[in-house]
């Protein structure tokens, strides 16, 4: 149960990271929807915890629990909450490996596989009633209301959080990609995949893809930035749109939102889905041609037998 040793480890690492911008992380002086900042609800020492730190330290003891659960006791025939466990992991395990293949998933699963449980989970109980709407008033120094804090928030509300995990996936990119390629053989990889030839149009191929590569340097230096931003933008669209229908008709702010819900579910998946596979991609990118090279030896070794 690899995977499992994996979460436990990778999860309890993501709530001190989310520590690391929380000091700017202030109340912000609204008067409708959720704060674009998490609030700070308690101060340890120097450590700000905000209201999606406290969300996110939740879901991730509910996840190490559950984990425990499953993998304390192994059984040849599983139970049921073995059985639902392996089923997960498996599923995911598969669907992974059909997109980087066999080699690549056995040394990346532990990172994507439970990046991609850690969002969606992260994702649903922000959904949770209670979550952004159970907090206190925000009022001025003439008593007048100017906003309201919630005690709870999503944690993928939090550009902390989206930030966290990309800055995480961008270090163990540089770290694949080195173990792949080597380090000059990375810088070759983005400034020449295909600088063969002689005369003028091997110096021409190479004036190219060193344009290119320079384009190349620079989306692959933005990806922390539009991973976490796409992230932290669809969940907190989703959140406000939440607030929004549960305020648009105060007698009926138990009904109106009930379609948005199950619309959140599916955007949930979606979004764990679409920062899982991208990064299961650019790690493809990167380390496929190793991949290439290693079958290629071991077919000239196997000829040689």
């Known amino acids: 149960m690899r995977f499992i040793k994996a979460i436990l480890i990778?999860?309890?690492a993501f709530a001190p990271m989310m520590a690391f911008n929380a000091?700017?992380?202030e109340a912000v002086e609204v008067e409708h929807g959720l704060p674009t900042a998490a609030v700070k609800v308690i101060k340890l020492g120097p450590l700000d915890i905000t209201n999606s730190m406290v969300m996110t330290i939740i879901v991730t003891l509910i996840l190490v629990v559950f984990a425990q659960l499953i993998s304390r006791n192994v059984k040849p025939v599983p139970g049921k909450l073995q059985n639902f466990g392996e089923f997960m992991v498996e599923s995911m395990y598969n669907f992974l490996g059909d997109v980087l293949g066999p080699q690549l998933v056995k040394k990346?699963?532990?990172f994507f596989g439970t990046i991609f449980f850690f969002i969606l989970f992260i994702n649903w109980f922000g959904l949770i009633p209670g979550v952004g709407t159970i907090g206190?008033?925000?009022?001025?120094?003439?008593?007048r209301q100017i906003g309201f804090d919630p005690l709870l928030?999503?944690?993928n509300a939090d550009l902390n959080m989206t930030s966290a995990m990309s800055l995480m996936f961008f270090v163990l990119w540089i770290v694949w990609a080195i173990q792949a390629n080597g380090a000059i053989g990375v810088v070759k990889h983005i400034f020449?995949?295909?600088a063969d030839g002689s005369g003028f149009m091997k110096w021409f191929m190479v004036a190219i893809f060193l344009f290119v590569g320079v384009l190349e340097t620079l989306s692959i230096a933005f990806r922390p930035v539009s991973l976490?931003?796409?992230?932290?933008?669809?969940?907190?669209?989703g959140e406000n749109v939440l607030d929004s229908m549960m305020k648009i008709v105060p007698a009926l702010s138990w009904l109106i939102p009930l379609p948005f819900y199950f619309l959140e579910l599916l955007v949930g998946l979606v979004q764990a889905l679409v920062f899982t596979l991208l990064t299961?991609?650019?790690t493809l990118l990167i380390c496929e041609h190793d991949e290439g090279h290693d079958h290629e030896h071991a077919d000239g070794h196997a000829e040689k037998h």
């Open 10 to 12: 990778l999860l309890l």
């Open 280 to 282: 299961a991609v650019f």
């Open 108 to 110: 990346t699963f532990w």
């Open 192 to 194: 020449a995949p295909g």
């Open 228 to 237: 976490s931003f796409r992230l932290y933008g669809n969940v907190f669209a």
């Open 23 to 25: 000091g700017a992380a």
């Open 136 to 143: 206190w008033h925000v009022y001025d120094s003439a008593h």
């Open 153 to 155: 928030r999503g944690g």
